[in-house]
């Protein structure tokens, strides 16, 4: 590897160090990214849209300002996941409705990041619309999980995890409805962050308070998610649930040593089935706080309501946002997301009222859950990375599950009680697929919940496992 490449290896927070000193520039690090981007994305398809040239002129603009005006990521380039707008480049959604859109205009998400000294290079895959915990479209194709190609990247932000892991960006942007910051953080052996609701400011669409999706933070190790947790986080009058900055910075917070007193583990939650291996990796990491001399007890709140809960509110979401575009392009919808619209436009009043309920009911448990407890861990996700081929799990451990979705129970049940949680790297499964640990804090707890990850992430000894090149499977076809 040659020395500007030795670059991919460095962590966010180095690479952010050395911007500051002028010891590499914004400029550097595109051109070493270009080049890695043509090494291994190939195999993976991970950052199918690029913008360089674009990126190229922000960079320049940027090393026009003296370094301390540059912002907290000083040049730093960062993808930006497919779902959401970037003025002048194309913004698919993975959906062939979609395919030759230009945004006229970024989110405020982007906005926000390039304000802080982001720098945009590319648009990571996603599933049509995030529809669904495997990355394919039909734009685009399938992006393949780099530990073994023959493997789903799971989603809906399975391209920025693998652009991670391999080593085609340092940070990355991604959004999380039902796991999607988690899920594919889990398989591709990296971090990634649901804050929450209201921590990182978005432009509204189609509803004011819609809430189940927060956009949020991926990186390879916990300080450096934390860095891009601070570059995102801010309120701004455009989204009126955006939360002010914190006085304190969360990577001050990830390095703080702050220890939890008493963790809970869970398996399974209480409303899913679970894969034995993964269930035995998560425990056994879980159980090692025990040496920062926490009490560790297997408990979880009262989650019953999730799956139905999940189901209608899913459902009225995708009635609200793609109503319109099932009336007038069904025939370029995929299955699912015609499934989901479907079901919303069929919801009762009634229903909604009860799922309401349901999820407040839930999170008021969870709330005095946490008055007993620090973290809440449990699987990332439930089984380790599947076949590509296969378009979601239908089973696990001997249980059919009812939809495509179900199998998410672990994740989105954490989204509805409004909590942050993070996919934390645990281990591996004895065919060498990563494993990731989920760890919930109470809602606005994202300080406690980096404070503990970093400790956990020491202990397990995983940090600087990625990035890695693509790694052919057994089960890869000719």
């Known amino acids: 590897m040659s020395a500007d490449q030795a670059l991919v290896q460095a962590t966010a927070c180095a690479i952010v160090d050395r911007l500051r000193t002028g010891e590499v520039t914004p400029l550097d690090l595109l051109d070493v990214l270009e080049r890695r981007i043509s090494e291994v994305d190939g195999p993976v398809n991970a950052l199918p849209i690029q913008c360089f040239d674009r990126a190229r002129t922000r960079a320049r603009a940027l090393m026009q300002k003296p370094v301390g005006g540059r912002g907290l990521l000083a040049g730093m ?3 930006i996941k497919d779902l959401t707008n970037v003025e002048g480049v194309r913004t698919t959604q993975g959906s062939p409705i979609y395919r030759d859109n230009v945004a006229a205009r970024s989110d405020l998400l982007v906005e926000h990041l390039e304000d802080n000294g982001g720098v945009i290079y590319a648009k990571s895959n996603t599933p049509e619309f995030g529809a669904g915990a495997n990355t394919f479209n039909e734009v685009f194709g399938a992006t393949r999980n780099p530990w073994d190609l023959s493997r789903s990247a799971a989603g809906s932000s399975g391209g ?25 953080a889990s398989f591709c052996g990296i971090v990634g962050l649901r ?10 669409a189609f509803k004011i308070d819609r809430n189940l999706t927060v956009h949020g933070p991926m990186a390879r190790n916990v300080e450096d998610l934390a860095l891009l947790l601070d570059a995102m986080s801010g309120e701004h009058q455009a989204d009126p649930l955006s939360l002010p900055l914190l006085p304190t910075s969360f990577l001050s917070a990830a390095r703080s040593g702050q220890r939890p007193k008493r963790v809970a583990y869970s398996p399974d939650l209480g409303i899913t089935p679970v894969d034995p291996e993964v269930a035995t990796i998560t425990r056994k990491a879980a159980l090692r706080f025990a040496e920062t001399g926490a009490i560790v007890e297997e408990a979880h709140p009262d989650l019953r309501e999730a799956h139905e809960c999940f189901h209608v509110l899913r459902a009225f979401d995708f009635a609200i946002s793609k109503a319109a575009l099932l009336r007038s392009k069904r025939d ?3 299955p699912e997301v015609i499934w989901n619209i479907e079901e919303g436009l069929k919801l009762s009043v009634e229903q909604l009222e009860r799922a309401e309920a349901q999820r407040v009911a839930m999170t008021a448990r969870t709330l005095e859950f946490f008055g007993t407890y620090d973290l809440l861990l449990t699987p990332a996700t439930i089984v380790a990375p599947f076949p590509v081929e296969n378009r979601y799990v239908a089973e696990c451990a001997g249980h059919q599950f009812d939809n495509y979705v ?8 954490i989204t509805l009680v409004c909590c942050p949680a993070l996919s934390l790297p645990c281990g591996f499964t004895a065919s060498g697929l990563p494993v990731g640990l989920q760890m919930v804090a109470a809602p606005r707890g994202e300080a406690q919940l980096l404070a503990g990850a970093k400790l956990l992430e020491d202990i397990l000894g995983l940090r600087g496992t990625t990035p890695i090149d693509p790694r052919p499977g057994k089960q890869v076809k000719p």
Not at 160 to 184: C, E, F, I, K, Q
Not at 195 to 204: K, L, N, T
């Open 77 to 79: 380039p960062i993808p």
């Open 160 to 184: 920025a995890a693998v652009a991670l892991a391999t080593g085609m960006a340092w940070l990355a942007h991604g959004t999380d409805m039902g796991g999607s910051l988690r899920n594919p």
């Open 195 to 204: 804050p929450s609701i209201g921590r990182v400011a978005h432009s509204p």
């Open 332 to 334: 370029q919808l995929k």
């Open 406 to 413: 179900e199998w998410l129970g672990i994740v989105y049940a």
